[in-house]
């Protein structure tokens, strides 16, 4: 099971919805300048996690796989633009810690 933090930096709370097939219901809001944990379990279904629509009319999503790629993502805001800022894993090997790649 993965967790990552959603973190919000956006000039408005967000909805998160969770879903399939663009079929989602509201599972939390995540205030600005605050963060939501989302644990997923890498051997589960896809599904995604829809965080709203931006000035520009573009849908944020946030599917399973970025979850178990990534520790925290963060959503930024530029003049009304909304932008996901990804910070992966780390992934242990040999006793030494690596980046996982992208």
Known sequence: ???TQIINHTTKALKVKLG???VYTE???VEKNAAYKVSVDSNATYHEFCMGVDAGGKLIIVNSD???DNQEITITEMDGKFNLVKVPRQIQRRGRRVARPL
């Open 1 to 3: 099971m993965a967790s």
């Open 66 to 68: 970025d979850c178990v």
């Open 27 to 29: 599972i939390a809001t």
């Open 20 to 22: 399939n097939n663009r």
